[in-house]
C-alpha cells in the first residue's frame, strides 16, 4: 500500500499493478532501443555532420516555434504560425 500525504485516503497498489507498471517500461525501453537502431541503419551511409545539421535545423525551429507561442500566450494575442519546413 502507497499512502499519499496529500490525500486523505491511502491509494493502494498491488504487486500486479507494480509489475505490469515495470513490463510496460520495459516494453517501451525495448521498442525505444529497436527505433534508435532502425534510424541508425537507415542512416548509415550519411554523413554524421550533415545528419547533426539537420538535426539542429528542426531542433531550431521547434523551439522558435514554442518561443513564438510562448510569447502569443502571454500577449493575449492569437498565434499564427508558419509550418515548419522539414
Do not use: H
Not at 551511409?45 to 528542426?58: G, H, I, L, M, Y
Not at 522558435?64 to 502569443?72: G, H, I, P, S
Amino acid at each position: 500500500m502507497v499512502q499519499n500525504t496529500k490525500k486523505s485516503t491511502p491509494d493502494v497498489v498491488s504487486a500486479e499493478m507494480c509489475e505490469r507498471v515495470a513490463q510496460r517500461e520495459a516494453e517501451n525501453k525495448e521498442r525505444f532501443w529497436k527505433v534508435v537502431q532502425e534510424i541508425r541503419a537507415r542512416n548509415a551511409d550519411k554523413d554524421p555532420d550533415e545528419v547533426f545539421r539537420d538535426v539542429t535545423d528542426v531542433v531550431e525551429a521547434v523551439r522558435q516555434e514554442r518561443y513564438e507561442r510562448e510569447q502569443c500566450a502571454t500577449r493575449g494575442r492569437p498565434r499564427v504560425l508558419a509550418p515548419i519546413a522539414i
